[in-house]
């Protein structure tokens, strides 16, 4: 994809009645950016139980990762220095090596563990649970649902019957860092509940020698501050190689908006779009009480028009609804929130993008709003690609709800 700001939007004028396909009013229990699992299915497919007594240490050789947990009595270690090659064509790490394996003797056919460890590229970094679908992907052909408790840590839980008996792989990851930590429990579904304590108290369980505060961005992380209709500011953060193009489009009261581009992606693949708008007209200046996903679907499709048009000039693009989500940490400092994600086909090679639209409406009668755009993960470098631009929205995702929360403070 190519991206620029050749041309001033010819689409601004509609911004706010362009025509959007309905979306249905459900809450995406997949989206990684907001709740994974609805809480009742994360609890009976990845409890963790904590244990302090009889814990094991592993020394990783990496004081980020050196960590003790509880293992069953029964298990055996071995080393392992194998390297998963099948992952290399991600280019999300630079290395990556499995390092123990541990089984019962009598069972290690229906039950068994494997400890990996990863060093990440740092430009093409992405929230833990992304990369526990990545290796999901390649290890599993059935996907059985994902947590994310938080960016640090996440959990899949993908299976395979290929050699006849259906094999469960609860794939957990804990970043630190730049490095990654990743357990992959193996073990046979008909046999479950014999060991869901054992695999509930070694995720529960783990601690790592020492502290780490990995922040989403660092102090590098360029910002942009947009004003509002208050006059306060909204500072918007990107990763560090993340770059705007050009200076804000300001459209006075039609909103200002600014765009950005990663300049560690060589193949130009991802961007981003941030804005302050008015609000639509058809809704209230202050809550909208029970409004919809359907409510603001028309401006979500509006702005990604616009960002295509700004990101992509002079290429033809077909657009179409896929899914709307709640974001539950800004459910209690605004009155509507919605993430849309579209599938585009882009230019005339008809390249599949996928394009999520963040719309926050405060109670103050604000609405920020920002939008991604990364290709579809087709191949593994593609779905690494798309796994940074989940990072982003994280990111922005933290900003949005630091505005939010210090004016529902005033």
Do not use: C
């Not at 804005?275 to 409510?295: E, H, I, M, T, W």
């Not at 700004?310 to 009155?335: H, K, N, Y």
């Amino acid at each position: 994809m190519r991206w620029n700001m050749a041309r001033a939007a010819l689409l601004v004028g509609a911004l706010m009645s362009v025509a959007g396909a309905s979306m249905a009013d459900t809450q995406n229990t997949g989206a990684e950016t907001g709740r994974a699992e609805t809480e009742g299915a994360a609890a009976q497919k990845f409890s963790r139980l904590s244990e302090t007594k009889g814990l094991t240490a592993f020394d990783l050789d990496g004081e980020a990762l050196d960590f003790s947990t509880w293992v069953p009595e029964r298990f055996l270690w071995s080393e392992a220095h194998d390297v998963p090659v099948e992952f290399a064509p991600a280019a999300l790490f630079s290395a990556f090596e499995q390092v123990r394996i541990g089984y019962d003797p009598l069972e290690r056919d229906r039950y068994e563990v494997r400890l990996y460890r990863a060093t990440l590229y740092p430009d093409r970094v992405a929230l833990a649970v992304s990369y526990a679908r990545l290796l999901a992907r390649v290890w599993s052909s059935t996907d059985f649902g994902m947590s994310a408790p938080d960016p640090m840590f996440g959990e899949v839980l993908g299976g395979t019957d290929a050699s006849g008996a259906m094999m469960i792989n609860r794939i957990s990851v804990w970043r630190r860092g730049e490095e990654l930590l990743i357990l992959r429990q193996r073990f046979e579904a008909e046999r479950f509940e014999n060991y869901a304590e054992d695999m509930a108290k070694m995720v529960g369980s783990l601690r790592f020698k020492t502290a780490l505060d990995t922040p989403l961005v660092g102090d590098d992380a360029p910002v942009r501050a947009l004003a509002t209709r208050s006059g306060a500011l909204w500072m918007a953060r990107f990763p560090a190689h993340w770059q705007e193009i050009d200076a804000p489009l300001d459209l006075g009261a039609k909103g200002v908006f600014s765009f950005w581009r990663d300049t560690a992606d060589a193949k130009g693949n991802l961007a981003a779009m941030i804005a302050s708008v008015p609000a639509p007209a058809d809704l209230p200046n202050g809550p909208p009480g029970d409004a919809s996903f359907n409510d603001l679907a028309d401006t979500a499709a509006a702005m990604a028009h616009m960002a295509l048009g700004q990101l992509a000039p002079d290429q033809p693009f077909t657009l179409a609804p896929v899914e709307a989500s709640r974001i539950g940490d800004l459910a209690q400092t605004t009155a509507f929130n919605a993430l849309y994600t579209f599938r585009v086909e882009l230019g005339e090679v008809k390249a599949l993008v996928k394009l999520d639209v963040m719309l926050a409406y405060g109670k103050d009668g604000q609405l920020l709003s920002f939008v991604t755009v990364a290709p579809a993960g087709t191949d593994l470098y593609l779905e690494g690609t798309s796994m940074h631009a989940s990072y982003v929205q994280k990111v922005l995702l933290e900003t949005l709800t630091a505005y939010f929360g210090a004016r529902q403070a005033q």
